[in-house]
Each structure stands twice: as C-alpha cells, then as structure tokens.
C-alpha cells in the first residue's frame, strides 16, 4: 500500500556526471502486522548503461565492467520503474542521499520525498565514532541482517539492503515526518570533523571558533555551528529571566 512502503536507492556510477549511473539497486521495507516496520523481499538490481565508458577509479570499487553493462537500458528508460514501482512509495531513502538525488531527479522519482539514512544517523546515534554504511552495519550489527546478502559491498543491491536495516531500525526509533525533517537540513555533526578542534564536542569551542565556522563554506559545518551557537544563546535567555524576576 502507498502508505506502508519505503523503497531504499543505491547507486554506482561510472563517474561523475549526469549520465553516469552504471547500476541501480533497491530495497524496501514496510509497516508488519505488528506494527513495527521491517524489511521485505522486494530488493533487486539492474545494470545500466551509461553515457560514457566506466573510468577505471570507479570500477576498482564496484568491479562493474563496460562489458557488463553493454546490452543494459539507459537510465531514463530503466529510472522510473524502479523510482515509481506500481502501489507508490511514501519516500525514497539512500544513504548520503544527496549523491542518488543529483540521478534520480523529480521527472523520474515523481517529485519522491527523501530520507537521508547518514543525516539521520547524525541525530539518532551521535555516539558512535563514524557514519558511513558500512561502518553503521559493523558498529552497529543490526537484527536480521544476513551477511551473504548484504555482499559484495559497493554494489548497488547488497548496499540498499544494508542501508535498509539502519532505515528500519530508525523509522522504530523516530517517526517519518522526524525523519523526513532531519533529511531535509544539513547533517548535524556531532562532533568538529576536521581543524585543530578535529574530535571535540560543539560546546568545547569557543564562540571565535564557531564564528569561523558559520562563515565557511561547508554547509554541514556551518549548520552544527549555528546550532551550537542557538543553543548557548537560548541557555542565556533562560538564565536571564530568573534573574530579571528576582530584581521586579
């Protein structure tokens, strides 16, 4: 049913520009009987052919070869049955979504919502070291998780189904619209990524620190400065306002 389904995107590419995606795998979860929401068995694959040859950078991380995809569609034929399957989806998810997103582009996606799995993770697990797919699955070792099919990495099938349980375990943990709010914003790091405060937590720094962060141009950087900076100006208010009461 429309409402009950999620369907996760992963891409591989066979460089960077517009027409470039040599494979496109999916996988989709939905509300069980329980109520709670969970994998189901519709996943799969498709080569694509791309505009140009695949560079040898690209294919030495899938291992995808201009012979493999030969006889494959072009994207614009193959997009929008895999992006609008038949019944509808709520929202698309990928993990980093906004790498899917410069592909799968509202004409083939039907204008889909999108959940970002790594914005998301963000928020919802702050404490774990680092956020990337895979490093999620081993850190994090979610249920049901079946380790054959969640291989070879780095192809399109095997990552969406893996992206897929950290959707899961999330849309168990938050609601959509949450989920679909945090998507929507920068990535709230929460810790400084890079610099001479690489490690430290936003309330370490000083207010000269996230200045210079608020002024950079990394959008994830600036959004987490500004945050920290909102939440040290809303403290002030709060402890401000006794004090005015006591003094009337």
Known sequence: MLNQRLRVIDLETAGDGPHDVCEIGWQDISIGADGQWQLNEERGAHFVKPGRPISPDTMAVHHIRDEDVADAPFWNEIAPSILK??????????????????????????????????????????????????????????????????????????????????????????????????????????RVPTGLDRGKSWDQLSLAALSEMVAGRDADLRFSAQTEMERRRIGLEIEAEPAQARLL
């Open 85 to 190: 399957p038949p019944g509808g989806v709520i929202a698309l998810a990928a993990h980093r979504a906004a790498f899917e997103q410069r592909y799968c582009r509202p004409r083939l996606s039907a204008g889909a919502k999108w959940i970002c799995t790594w914005k998301c993770a963000l928020r919802l697990w702050p404490h774990l070291p680092r956020f990337s797919n895979q490093l999620l699955r081993y850190q994090r070792k979610p249920e049901g998780l079946v380790h054959e099919i969640g291989l070879p990495a780095h192809r399109a099938m095997p990552d969406a189904y893996v992206t897929a349980h950290h959707l899961r375990d999330m849309l168990n943990q938050a609601s959509l619209e949450q989920l679909l709010l945090w998507s929507s914003q920068p990535g709230l790091l929460p």
